[in-house]
Nanobody
Framework: QVQLVESGGGLVQAGGSLRLSCAAS????????SGWFRQAPGKEREFVAA????????DYTDSLKGRFTISRDNARNIMSLQMNSLKPEDTAIYYC???????????????????WGQGTQVTVSS
């Protein structure tokens, strides 16, 4: 069993930056692909970014490439999301997720993730 806890959310002005962290309990976290998703008010949860268990491969939703960077530190069981040039449309609750059922070919598929954090709110003001 893996427990995930996000942190780092908050209120920021447009153009600003935030760094989200996802702290995992359980050594097995380092063996799983992991990802970030977000859910804006009134919208479905959507894929943001994912990283392979080793960190050697990453994937981003096209609209976020160049602004967001995902990384992980398996020695510390932490995954991060650096968010730059934030826009009001980035306002959402951000969730980290991981799990043994995730295969890289379907890393954007929300239904494949076994473990989820509680989410952290990111609000970008204009």
């Amino acid at each position: 069993q893996v427990q995930l806890v996000e942190s780092g959310g908050g209120l920021v002005q447009a153009g600003g930056s935030l760094r989200l962290s996802c702290a995992a309990s359980g050594r097995s976290f380092r063996n799983y692909p992991s990802g970030w998703f977000r859910q804006a008010p009134g919208k479905e949860r959507e894929f943001v970014a994912a990283i392979s268990w080793s960190g050697s491969a990453t994937d981003y939703t096209d609209s976020l490439k160049g602004r967001f960077t995902i990384s992980r530190d398996n020695a510390r069981n932490i995954m991060s999301l650096q968010m730059n040039s934030l826009k009001p449309e980035d306002t959402a609750i951000y969730y980290c997720a991981a799990g043994p059922s995730v295969r890289w070919a379907a890393v954007r598929d929300i239904s494949k993730y076994d473990y989820w954090g509680q989410g952290t709110q990111v609000t970008v003001s204009s």
